[in-house]
């Protein structure tokens, strides 16, 4: 391994061997610490007894039921104020007023509607994968080079011909962008509501692990779900990589 | 005697010294060799064009004597001393005006911004803008962005910052690539009047062999792969140029010839 | 031209009260239970109600409070540590790689360990949401300081700038528009976790209000709370807009 593969690693490592040294040392006793070597133990053991498993396959149906709901409605509205200007202008008020609504304020409505589990917390990540997706499909179809919208006139497409074969191959590259970044906002959104209030998954896990004194237990928690974030976001990114090549990746920063 | 006569003479009487040098100067990037064993000598003073086709270093020439970077071996020197850093004495023209300019500042702000580096003071700062600016033919410009301005007001800017450094040498890498033919040839006379009232060293790279000979009274062209002198001709046109006649005359044609069939040879 | 644009803005709002009008009437109809969905005119009782009574204004406040504390924090940090890092190569080359990898994390999740370390304080809420809000900052500032036109550090070069200057003149001003881009987004992300933190901590602030109110299904207060909330999210994002516009008013020339 070359030193420009091995220099991001060293941070870590020296963090990691720092905590495990003071741990050892001063016989941490914490509720909020603990050393690494323990942390990958209580890691280990959750995997185990299978009860970080099934938290994980929790936090992931309604991440990703949520994210294909929130997406699909993102995807239709962005594509219908992209498409037709004067609908965009009409429809500008209200999404204005909608949009900073910040998604967890949902929560109490939704609980009060629907009660623990996964119906209430599918609405509210599907609330917040609406917004990115519309805005971003808003503006990937707009920016369709306007001559393609001409060649699909000259031909005579109907409506429904024009957006499936004009209008969503061209903006599919910047959609699959904002699709990346709608399921990330997803995993945090559902992970967010377990911790406030809804009593499944990783978010409730880690909040049981730390009302339990067990500080091994919820950073091997939080170990977790980083890893769940960072793997979800590479997955992401490969395929986009994949379907799109590096190009797709241009307009990411701000 | 006119005053073109005593600046002639002067001139002459520097000739002889030196102001930057290169002896030997090598430089390796990323196991690469761009410029290999070059002497080169640079008189105060004069005008002095360096051509050549593209790859053959001109432009690393140009950034070794602005201290951009360092030789790998041999030495590049200004006024007897080795060049390891940029100096304010000497100022860098660079071609594209458009990255060089900080986008969020004025024209008068871009300019400021040299007159910051060295220290100005606040009160004194104002009136050296306004006369600078004037000087490069860009007055009433001073509250403009440079993405309001056409690409030869902004190398006019980009100019107007360098002067502001007060520099005794000014290094040029082709400035007007980028420009239209009408814009170019106004530029090239303003700058010819710019550097000769004050005496300014400049050193100009150019692939443009008219321009070279036009600008110049020394014209050195680059051999590629790795960079090294192929040949050396002295201008001996005289000043003022002219646009028009300046181009006709036999030495300028004949010049031409020869640099043209040099720049030929070295193409493949 | 612009009475045109007028006339589209005017019948823009006329579809926002079109729709504000079919809730209206869908709660009038009770098509939805009146304990879930209160009709506009009593959420709007309830919003005057409240201000009135002081309650809401003060809940409102504690809000605006947590956020804004926490997003000050997180940006002065986030900008200086981004600062920090993206100047320096090696800096850039050994730290830049873990905090990209922390980036997905979901920073709620630093939560319970916040809890574990400071309890269910003010402290804690300030301290998840300083830190919540200061990966947008941080890494915005890490990536526009990379992205600074090398020919500008040249030219900061040969006029023999110090590194101080080269770092207030030349890097943060290019930088800018990317920091500016971070903070917009930490402003969400310290509003949300500002109503996270005031659910679990009992903190005085809308999202303790909406809680309550939710639990003893008062769902007109409920509703005028989260009105309010997306109020706030409305009424910052303004603000920041104004902010760029003052500060990037270089950018609106080159359009």
């Known amino acids: 391994m070359s030193l420009d593969r091995t220099k991001p690693l060293l941070l870590p490592l020296a963090l990691m061997l720092a905590l495990e040294l003071w741990a050892r040392l001063t016989q941490l006793q914490s509720d909020s610490l603990a050393p690494p070597s323990a942390i990958f ?140 970044l709608s399921a990330g906002i997803a995993l945090i959104v559902a992970v967010t ?9 990783l978010g409730a896990g880690i909040m049981l692990a730390q009302q339990a004194l067990r500080a091994d237990l919820m950073l091997a928690y939080l170990v977790w779900i980083g890893a769940i974030g960072y793997a979800l976001n590479m997955l992401l990114i490969v395929a986009q990589r994949r379907l799109f090549g590096r190009a797709a990746l241009a307009g990411d920063h701000p | ?77 200004f006024d007897g001393e080795p060049i390891t850093e940029p100096r304010r004495e000497v100022a860098i023209v660079f071609q594209d005006y458009g990255k060089a300019l900080l986008p969020w500042r004025t024209a008068a702000g871009n300019i400021s911004l040299a007159l910051e580096a060295s220290r100005v003071p606040v009160r004194e700062r104002g009136a050296r803008i306004e006369a600078l600016l004037r000087k490069v033919g860009l007055p009433g410009h001073a509250d ?12 006019r800017l980009q100019i107007a910052r360098c002067l502001a450094q007060e520099p005794s040498t000014l290094l040029m890498d082709e400035p007007f690539g980028a420009l239209d033919a009408m814009t170019r040839q106004g530029l090239q006379d303003e700058v010819l009047s710019l550097t000769q009232a004050s005496q300014t060293t400049v050193v100009f790279v150019t692939h443009d062999l008219d321009e070279a000979i036009y600008l110049g009274d020394r014209v050195i062209g680059l051999l590629p792969h790795p960079g090294r ?3 050396e001709l002295d201008v001996d046109l005289p000043r003022p140029r002219d646009q028009l006649a300046t181009r006709e005359h036999p030495e300028f044609l004949r010049l031409r010839r020869q640099l043209f069939d040099f720049i030929k040879a070295t193409e493949h | 031209m612009k009475r045109a644009a007028i006339l589209w803005r005017v019948a823009s709002v006329l579809v926002a009260a079109g729709f504000i009008a079919a809730w209206q009437l869908i709660a009038n109809l009770k098509l939805v239970s009146p304990v879930f969905l209160p009709g ?97 900052i941080m890494l915005a500032t890490i990536h526009g300081f990379a992205a600074v036109e090398p020919r500008l550090y040249e030219v900061a070069r040969s006029l023999q700038m110090s590194r101080a200057a080269i770092i207030a003149k030349i890097a943060l001003p290019s930088a800018l528009p990317d920091i500016l881009a971070g903070m917009r987004l930490s402003l969400t992300v310290a509003l949300i976790l500002s109503v996270v933190c005031e659910i679990l901590a009992g903190l005085d602030g809308l999202g303790h209000w909406v809680l309550l109110s939710a639990r003893a299904f008062r769902s007109a207060d409920l509703f005028a709370g989260v009105i309010l909330l997306g109020a706030t999210g409305y009424v910052t994002s303004i603000a920041m807009s104004l902010l760029e516009q003052r500060l990037l008013a270089w950018q609106a020339a080159a359009r």
């Open chain 3, 40 to 136: 506009p005119d009593r959420a709007w009782a309830a919003l005057v109600r409240g201000f009135s009574s002081g309650d809401l204004a003060g809940k409102l406040i504690g809000t605006l409070e947590h956020m804004a504390y926490g997003w000050f924090a997180a940006s002065i940090a986030g900008i200086g540590l981004g600062a920090l890092i993206g100047s320096s190569k090696m800096m850039r080359a050994y730290v830049a790689p873990s905090l990209e990898f922390l980036r997905p994390l979901p920073v709620s999740a630093i939560i319970p360990v916040a809890i574990a370390m400071l309890g269910l304080t003010q402290g804690m809420a300030l301290f998840v949401i300083a830190f919540g809000a200061i990966w947008p």
């Open chain 2, 144 to 155: 403009k962005y440079p993405t309001e301005m056409s690409g030869g007001m902004q190398q």
């Open chain 1, 193 to 201: 509501v377990e911790i406030a209030i809804n009593p499944i998954g």
């Open chain 2, 1 to 77: 005697m006119s005053v073109v006569a005593r600046l002639d003479e002067a001139r002459a009487a520097r000739r002889q010294k030196t102001l930057i040098a290169f002896n030997a100067a090598t430089l390796r990037l990323g196991g690469k060799t761009i410029i290999e064993n070059l002497d080169l000598q640079v008189r105060p003073g004069e005008f002095l064009c360096i051509v050549g086709a593209s790859g053959c270093g001109k432009t690393t020439a140009l950034r070794l004597a602005a201290g951009l970077y360092r030789p790998t071996s041999g030495a590049v020197t």
């Open chain 2, 229 to 231: 002198i192929g040949i």
């Open chain 1, 41 to 180: 133990a209580a890691l280990a053991a959750a995997l185990a007894d299978l009860s970080i498993p099934i938290a994980t396959r929790d936090t992931l149906f309604a991440t990703f039921a949520g994210l294909a709901i929130g997406s699909a409605i993102g995807l239709a509205l962005g594509i219908a104020l992209g498409v037709s200007r004067p609908l965009d202008r009409l429809m500008e008020v209200t999404v204005e007023a909608i949009r900073p609504i910040p998604s967890i304020a949902l929560l109490p409505i939704a609980l009060i509607a629907l009660g623990f589990g996964y119906r209430m917390e599918i609405v509210i990540v599907a609330f917040a994968c609406v917004w990115p997706m519309l805005i971003m499909t808003r503006s990937a179809v707009r920016s369709i080079e306007p001559r393609l919208m001409e060649v699909s006139r000259a031909l005579r497409l109907s409506a429904p011909q024009r957006i499936a074969k004009v209008v969503i191959p061209a903006a599919l590259p910047r959609i699959f962008v904002a699709f990346r």
